[in-house]
């Protein structure tokens, strides 16, 4: 990963001086959309060097949770599925 990546994200969506987002939940970045939310429109490179990101991992967390019987908009999340250690 890029130095300018890593000096322009956070995990924190609060932090105003990083207009990159990253999702340990997710393994994914994006531009944070300062509207009132915690929204952001995802990437897939880089946008200062052109890497390729990792790909998301979103579908693959909606498709445990759904695995174990959980709803994931209501239900009880496990603690390892807050974070990047149901994938590592």
């Known amino acids: 990963m890029c130095e300018k990546l890593k000096l322009n994200s956070s ?3 609060e932090n ?3 207009p990159i987002v990253y999702s340990e939940k997710f393994d994914e970045y994006g531009v ?3 509207d009132g939310g915690t929204s952001s429109i995802s ?3 880089c ?3 052109g890497q ?3 790909n998301s991992k979103r579908d693959q967390w909606f498709d445990e ?3 174990l019987g959980i709803d994931p908009w209501n239900g009880k999340i496990p603690e390892k599925y807050l974070s990047d250690k149901w994938y590592r």
Do not use: G, H, Q, R
Request: proline residues 10%.
């Open 65 to 67: 949770i759904e695995k």
């Open 43 to 45: 990437i897939e490179f």
């Open 16 to 18: 105003v001086d990083t």
């Open 52 to 54: 390729k990101l990792p």
């Open 32 to 34: 944070k959309i300062w």
């Open 47 to 49: 946008p200062w060097c």
């Open 11 to 13: 995990i924190d969506f």
